[in-house]
């Protein structure tokens, strides 16, 4: 595939996240995906791997953090990698603490599906956002 197909998908992807359409976000995923999300001390660190975690990542997203972006992302590629980068604001629920959050997602396509996501994301904020201030003693 070529590197605007390649950029196609990622598109795709992305709408189909954005707007969550998961007969179409499992037809542009790999079934072996791999998403990682870094960090520690926040609600969806970790590494999801497979349509069924893809999912279950997906559905805990939106239970969990209210995110907007206020500006498109950009995108960027070279072969089968194509970088997304944007800006997201929001909050995490259980807090109510906002946060924002300057992102560079790393995404593979091979043969027409979405194989590999790697988010470079600000963990610091976000670990921030999902603290549970300690309460005073009695």
Known sequence: MSTQDNVQIVKDFFAAMGSYNE???LGLAAEDIEWIIPGEGWPLAGTYRGHAELVAVLKKAANEVETKYPTPPEFVAQGDWVLVIGVATGKIK????????????????????????REYIDTQALARASEIPARPRP
């Open 23 to 25: 007969q179409d976000l």
């Open 94 to 117: 259980a807090t109510n603490r906002t946060f924002k959050d300057d992102w560079v997602f790393a995404i593979t396509v091979r043969n027409g599906k979405v194989t590999k996501i």
